[in-house]
Each structure stands twice: as structure tokens, then as C-alpha cells.
């Protein structure tokens, strides 16, 4: 009986009209990097993100939390205007990058998304050799306009993503020779050698096996110093190892954001305090 109650209960708190919910903490940081203002996004008349309002602070791990089709990866893309390439999806309200609204029509997405860089949840490496998928997008960029530069961005970049001792003396062989964890730590390179502000990492550990998972949250550490980095992860572990900002996403809307150590410890939203807790996701 006791359990039928707490399930009702749930089901209550869950089905909560969306109208009456108010993001709870502190939206706002000092200084931001990004600031995000009443957001909506439609895929044609469904609307799947409500209203959200964040800041994006710098040299921050920020982790979007929340189950699936909560939303917080269609608002992840939000981010670098990667949504650009949905039929029929809609981004409205504001998102400003150093004070610059990324939506309006004079902004150019292709050096948009050079300085705010996306890695996917599968690793994705060109099919060239890991030089080439190092050294391609500083050469289209301008970055790298003879041998020598385009040599020092592909060291540095691998040298930051942990993985030049492990390929210095193959660059020449196929990136997709790679195992799982250095192919995504490969994509990481990729992103990083043409100098972004953010980095936006969607589940990049969700197919990796638990060693190359600790590689790459200890390099997402490392990165905290020069980068500001958004991490979308079901793992509540990863989001509170990684991380120092949480973002607690349910059906669209931002129900909570704080430290992660508050919303992990003691969240203020019955909604975030259940799915952190496991009683639903």
C-alpha cells in the first residue's frame, strides 16, 4: 500500500502542469561566457524545450542532467545553432556569446561552431588519417597555412586531448583504426585545434568502456582551465565527478540549477531529488 501511495505521488509531482513550473536556483553567474534567455524550441507545432534561462559560466563544467527526452540535448544543440540542420525546428528567445545573440541573421555559423565546438555521443572521426583529422579544420579555417603550423596545431591539439604519445609515430594511419575511447579523445582534438571558447559534449562516454571513460573525464578536468565546457550525461556519477555547475532538466523545462554539490546533496525540487535518487529515469 505504501508503495502504490508513493507511486500516486509521483505520478502527481510528474504530471504537474508545466505552466506552474519556475526554475529553482540561481540562474545567474558573474562574468558568463553564454547567457541564455527565455528559449523555446519547436520541432514544427511540438514544443520540446519551455521557456529556459540559464547562464554559461567560464572555465565551468557545466552537466545538463535528466531523462530521456527530457530535453537537455535538443537544448545542448541550441548552443552552436546545430539545430540549424532539423527540418522544422524552431529556436526562439535568446542565446548571446559574449554578448553576441548567436540567432541573428549577420551571425555566420560555420566560425560559430569553430568557437563553440560539439562532440558527439558516438565517436566520429573522419575518414583520413589522424593527421588530417586533426589538421583539416585549422586549414579551412586559415589557422594553419603552411606545413610547419598545421604540424604545431596537431601536436598541441593531441598533445591537449591526452593522446600524442599513443599516435605520434602512426599520424599517418586511419583514424577509425583507433580504439573507442582514443577515436572520441581523437574527435576532443579535432574540436579543440581550431582554438574554440566552448566545448558541448553530448553523452561522450556513453559508449565507452569504464577506463576510457575515466581518460576522458580526467581530460574534461584538464580542458576546465583553458575551455568552457557543457556536458550533457546520464550518469549521475559523471555529472557529479566532472562537473560544478548542474542543470536538472524534466519534459522541456529547467526544473533546477545549482552547485553540484546542492543538487546532489540537498536538491530544493522533489522532481530533481527523485531522479537523482533513482525513482525515476
Same mark, same amino acid.
Given at each position: 500500500?505504501?508503495?502504490? !501511495?508513493?507511486?500516486?505521488?509521483?505520478?502527481?509531482?510528474?504530471?504537474?502542469?508545466?505552466?506552474?513550473?519556475?526554475?529553482?536556483?540561481? *540562474?545567474?553567474?558573474?562574468?558568463?561566457?553564454?547567457?541564455?534567455?527565455?528559449?523555446?524550441?519547436?520541432?514544427?507545432?511540438?514544443?520540446?524545450?519551455?521557456?529556459?534561462?540559464?547562464?554559461?559560466?567560464?572555465?565551468?563544467? !557545466?552537466?545538463?542532467?535528466?531523462?530521456?527526452?527530457?530535453?537537455?540535448?535538443?537544448?545542448?544543440?541550441?548552443?552552436?545553432?546545430?539545430?540549424?540542420?532539423?527540418?522544422?525546428?524552431?529556436?526562439?528567445?535568446? *542565446?548571446?556569446?559574449?554578448?553576441?545573440? %548567436?540567432?541573428?541573421?549577420?551571425?555566420?555559423?560555420?566560425? !560559430?561552431?569553430?568557437? *563553440?565546438?560539439?562532440?558527439?555521443?558516438?565517436?566520429?572521426?573522419?575518414?583520413?588519417?589522424?593527421?588530417?583529422?586533426?589538421?583539416?579544420?585549422?586549414?579551412?579555417?586559415?589557422?594553419?597555412?603552411?606545413?610547419?603550423?598545421?604540424?604545431?596545431?596537431?601536436?598541441? $591539439?593531441?598533445?591537449?586531448?591526452?593522446?600524442?604519445?599513443?599516435?605520434?609515430?602512426?599520424?599517418?594511419?586511419?583514424?577509425?583504426?583507433? $580504439?573507442?575511447?582514443?577515436?572520441?579523445?581523437?574527435? %576532443?582534438?579535432?574540436?579543440?585545434?581550431?582554438?574554440?571558447?566552448?566545448?558541448?559534449?553530448?553523452?561522450?562516454? $556513453?559508449?565507452?568502456?569504464? *577506463?576510457?571513460?575515466?581518460?576522458?573525464?580526467?581530460?574534461?578536468?584538464?580542458?576546465?582551465?583553458?575551455?568552457?565546457?557543457?556536458?550533457?550525461?546520464?550518469?549521475? =556519477?559523471?555529472?557529479?565527478?566532472?562537473?560544478?555547475?548542474?542543470?536538472?532538466?524534466?519534459?522541456?523545462? !529547467? %526544473?533546477?540549477?545549482?552547485?553540484?554539490?546542492?543538487?546532489?546533496?540537498?536538491? $530544493?525540487? =522533489?522532481?530533481?531529488?527523485?531522479?537523482?535518487?533513482?525513482?525515476?529515469?
Amino acid at each position: 500500500m505504501q508503495e502504490v !501511495l508513493k507511486k500516486k505521488s509521483l505520478e502527481k509531482r510528474v504530471l504537474a502542469p508545466r505552466e506552474s513550473r519556475k526554475t529553482i536556483g540561481n *540562474i545567474n553567474v558573474q562574468n558568463p561566457r553564454m547567457v541564455c534567455r527565455n528559449v523555446d524550441v519547436y520541432y514544427d507545432d511540438k514544443q520540446a524545450i519551455r521557456k529556459v534561462s540559464i547562464d554559461i559560466g567560464r572555465n565551468e563544467v !557545466l552537466a545538463m542532467i535528466g531523462p530521456s527526452g527530457c530535453g537537455k540535448s535538443t537544448f545542448l544543440r541550441c548552443l552552436n545553432r546545430m539545430n540549424d540542420t532539423i527540418d522544422g525546428c524552431r529556436v526562439t528567445g535568446k *542565446i548571446l556569446f559574449d554578448g553576441k545573440d %548567436i540567432y541573428d541573421s549577420s551571425v555566420d555559423v560555420v566560425p !560559430l561552431r569553430a568557437q *563553440i565546438g560539439m562532440v558527439f555521443q558516438k565517436p566520429n572521426p573522419f575518414p583520413k588519417s589522424i593527421y588530417e583529422n586533426v589538421s583539416w579544420a585549422p586549414k579551412i579555417h586559415g589557422l594553419a597555412e603552411s606545413k610547419a603550423e598545421a604540424d604545431e596545431i596537431v601536436e598541441s $591539439s593531441l598533445h591537449k586531448a591526452g593522446l600524442w604519445d599513443e599516435v605520434k609515430d602512426r599520424l599517418d594511419q586511419p583514424g577509425t583504426g583507433l $580504439s573507442g575511447g582514443q577515436q572520441q579523445r581523437l574527435c %576532443i582534438a579535432r574540436a579543440i585545434a581550431v582554438s574554440p571558447e566552448v566545448i558541448l559534449m553530448d553523452e561522450p562516454c $556513453s559508449a565507452l568502456d569504464p *577506463i576510457a571513460t575515466a581518460k576522458i573525464e580526467d581530460l574534461i578536468d584538464e580542458l576546465r582551465e583553458q575551455y568552457t565546457i557543457v556536458i550533457v550525461t546520464h550518469s549521475m =556519477q559523471q555529472a557529479s565527478r566532472v562537473s560544478q555547475r548542474t542543470a536538472f532538466f524534466h519534459l522541456g523545462d !529547467l %526544473i533546477e540549477v545549482g552547485s553540484t554539490d546542492t543538487i546532489f546533496t540537498k536538491p $530544493s525540487h =522533489q522532481l530533481t531529488e527523485d531522479y537523482i535518487t533513482g525513482r525515476y529515469g
